[in-house]
C-alpha cells in the first residue's frame, strides 16, 4: 500500500489535529524526517520532510523541491492573519506556485518534532495495518475479520455484497452505523432497503468518484450515510460489491484509491467466498425443488442450508405459481418473470420446475408482502400468465403440499374465471374441496334435508342467497342486507318465508355450521356442474 499526504491528512482528522491548508498528490511517503534535509534524498527515499511555515517559504522556486511532500508548521499564525493582510496574500501566492511541482500540508499548534511523530505513527499504522491484511488473506481468514481489518485502513466501517445486494460480511464499529436507520434495516434484513436505493437515485447521489466506471460515491440524501463502493467482477460478471459508509471520518478522494487498492488485495478471497456462498444457494434450490417434485428431504440438511442464506425453517412462507405456456418460454418470459419479481418482493428463492416458476417468500424477509403482492399480480395479469399464491403456511418443508394447492387454484381459475389469471388459493378452497368430494359422492347427501327441501321450493333462487348470506353475516340483518344491497324490511320479510319452510335452530352452532356448508354445496352444483 502506498502512503501519500492526504492519507496522513484524513488520519490527523481522525486525532482532532488543527490542518488548515494543504495540496495533496499522490507521492508515496515511506517515513517523516526533519526540514530543510538533502531534498534529493527525500524525494528518492519517499521521505515526508516537517518544518516550519517560514522555512518553506524561503524555498520558493527551488527546483530541488519537485517531486517531495512537506508539512509546514505555521508558528507565526500567518493563515490566521494575525501577522496582517501583506503576510497572508504573499504566503497564498507564494504556495500557489508551489503547489506546481511538491505536496504541502499547512497545520498549526505544537512543533516541528511532534509532527514528525504524528507522521511517522501514521505511516507506521499504515504499513501494519496492510501487513496485518495481507497476512490474513493468505491464511483465508473468515471475512468478517478481514473487513475488520479493511475498516481501519479505511477509516470508516465496510460492508460487503454478493451481486444481489445481500450482505455478505460487516467490519468495524457497527455500533455507529446502526444508529442510521435505514443501514439498520440493511444490516437486519441482509439487503438494501427498496427506500434507500430509490432515496439516492431520486435526489440524484450517485455519482463517480473512483479511478475507473467501477467505484462510485454514493449520498442517499435525506439523512443517508453517504457510502463509497465499487464493484467486483470475474470475467465481466459482478459477483459482489465493496462498500465503505460513512461514519467516523469524512469520506475523502483518498478512499477511493484505496478501496481500489483492496479491491485489488482480496478479490480472489471474496471471489472464492462468492462462489461458496453460491454453490449452498444452489444446494438449496436443489433440495427445495425436489421436495416440489414430492422427494424427501433430511431436516438436518435442510436446516444447514438454510441457516447459510440466514433462513429458518420455520419462518413463515408463502408460495407463488407462475404458469408458463411454450410460447412464453420460447420468449424468456421466464427470466423477465424472475427479475420482475425479485425486485419488487425481496427475499424469495425462485425455482423453476420443468416450464412453470414458483417462488418462496420468507415472511421474515419478505417485507409488505401482501401490499408489493398486488404490484407483481398486475404485471403477472397485463401478460397474461396463469397464476396463484398460497396460503401462509408455517413450515417450509411444505412447499410440496402448496405447489398441489396452487396447481389446483389454477386449474379451477381457469375452469371458473378464464379472464382473471390470478387465481389466490383462499379464492378457490371451498370450490376444491367440492371437486374432491363430487369424485367420491352425490354432495346433496351432505346437505341438511331441510335446506334441501327449501333449494328445490325457491325457483328463482332468491330464498336461498338471502338466507345464506344472512348466514354466513353472523345473523346480522344489516350487514347481510348491506351486501345484498337491499332494505333491511325486504330482507326480513324473505327471511319470515325460509322460516314458514324449515324448522331449524338457529341457536345451535351445529345447526349453523350444517346450513353454511349446504348453501355451499348448493351453490357449487348450481354453478359448476
Known amino acids: 500500500m502506498q502512503v501519500n499526504l492526504e492519507m496522513i491528512y484524513t488520519r490527523m482528522q481522525e486525532e482532532a489535529v488543527a490542518a488548515f491548508s ?3 498528490g499522490n507521492r508515496t511517503i515511506t517515513g517523516a524526517g526533519i526540514f530543510p534535509e538533502d531534498n534529493e534524498i527525500a524525494r528518492e527515499s519517499g521521505h515526508l520532510l516537517v518544518g516550519t511555515l517560514e522555512e518553506l517559504l524561503e524555498l520558493d522556486g527551488r527546483e530541488k523541491l519537485e517531486g ?3 508539512i509546514a508548521v505555521d508558528t507565526q499564525h500567518i493563515f490566521q492573519q494575525q501577522s496582517g493582510p501583506a503576510s497572508y496574500r504573499n504566503a497564498c501566492s507564494k504556495l500557489d506556485r508551489m503547489s506546481e511541482y511538491l505536496d504541502y500540508l499547512i497545520v498549526q499548534g505544537g512543533n516541528v518534532r511532534e509532527w ?3 507522521a511517522n505513527r501514521i505511516i507506521e499504522r499504515y504499513q501494519e495495518q496492510n501487513q496485518n491484511l495481507m497476512l490474513s488473506v493468505i491464511r483465508e481468514e473468515p471475512l468478517s475479520e478481514i473487513l475488520g481489518i479493511c475498516s481501519e485502513i479505511m477509516d470508516n466501517p465496510v460492508i460487503l455484497y454478493d451481486s444481489g445486494m445481500n450482505v455478505i460480511a460487516v467490519g468495524g464499529n457497527c455500533e455507529k452505523l446502526i444508529e442510521d436507520s435505514e443501514w439498520r434495516e440493511t444490516l437486519e434484513k441482509g439487503y438494501l432497503s427498496e427506500h434507500f436505493i430509490k432515496n439516492f437515485k431520486e435526489s440524484g447521489g450517485l455519482r463517480s468518484a473512483g479511478t475507473t466506471h467501477r467505484t462510485a460515491y454514493i449520498n442517499p440524501g435525506n439523512g443517508g450515510l453517504p457510502s463509497i463502493c465499487c464493484n467486483l467482477y470475474h470475467e465481466d460478471e459482478k459477483f459482489a460489491v465493496f462498500a465503505v459508509v460513512e461514519t467516523d471520518i469524512k469520506l475523502l478522494p483518498v478512499h477511493s484509491i484505496l ?3 483492496l479491491k485489488e488485495l482480496i478479490y480472489r478471497r471474496v471471489f472464492s467466498e462468492n462462489r461458496q456462498h453460491k454453490e449452498k444457494y444452489s444446494q438449496l434450490k436443489n433440495m427445495l425443488t425436489g421436495r416440489l417434485q414430492g422427494q424427501s428431504l433430511e431436516p438436518g440438511a435442510l436446516n444447514y442450508s438454510l441457516k447459510q442464506q440466514r433462513w429458518g ?4 412462507f408463502y408460495l407463488l405459481k407462475v404458469q408458463m405456456s411454450k410460447e412464453d418460454v420460447a420468449t424468456d418470459m421466464q427470466l423477465y418473470v424472475i427479475n420482475l419479481i425479485e425486485k419488487v418482493l425481496k427475499g424469495c428463492i425462485p425455482l423453476q420446475l420443468g416450464s412453470d416458476l414458483y417462488f418462496i417468500f420468507n415472511e421474515k424477509k419478505t417485507e409488505n408482502f401482501e401490499e408489493k403482492l398486488v404490484l407483481v399480480k398486475e404485471k403477472l395479469v397485463k401478460y397474461k400468465l396463469n397464476s396463484s399464491v398460497s396460503y401462509r403456511f408455517p413450515d ?3 412447499i410440496y403440499e402448496q405447489a398441489y394447492l396452487t396447481t389446483a387454484a389454477i386449474r379451477l381459475g381457469t375452469r371458473i374465471d378464464r379472464e382473471k389469471y390470478f387465481y389466490p388459493y ?22 341438511n334435508p331441510e335446506i334441501l327441501h327449501l333449494h328445490e321450493n325457491d325457483k328463482d333462487g332468491i330464498l336461498m342467497q338471502s338466507f345464506y348470506v344472512y348466514m354466513k353475516e353472523n345473523m346480522s340483518l344489516s350487514k347481510a342486507a348491506e351486501i345484498l344491497n337491499i332494505h333491511k324490511s325486504t330482507l326480513g320479510y324473505r327471511l319470515l318465508k325460509v322460516e314458514r319452510m324449515v324448522t331449524l335452530n338457529l341457536n345451535d352452532s351445529d345447526v349453523r355450521q350444517s346450513i353454511l356448508l349446504s348453501c355451499e354445496i348448493l351453490q357449487y352444483l348450481n354453478t359448476y356442474k
Open 22 to 24: 494543504f495540496y495533496c
Open 68 to 70: 517531495i511532500s512537506v
Open 116 to 118: 514528525i511523530s504524528k
Open 259 to 261: 478501496l481500489e487498492y
Open 313 to 316: 425453517r420455520e419462518d413463515g
Open 396 to 398: 417450509i418443508i411444505n
Open 426 to 447: 383462499s379464492k378457490y378452497r371451498i370450490i376444491h374441496i367440492m371437486d374432491i368430494l363430487a369424485e367420491k359422492i352425490d354432495l346433496k347427501l351432505l346437505c
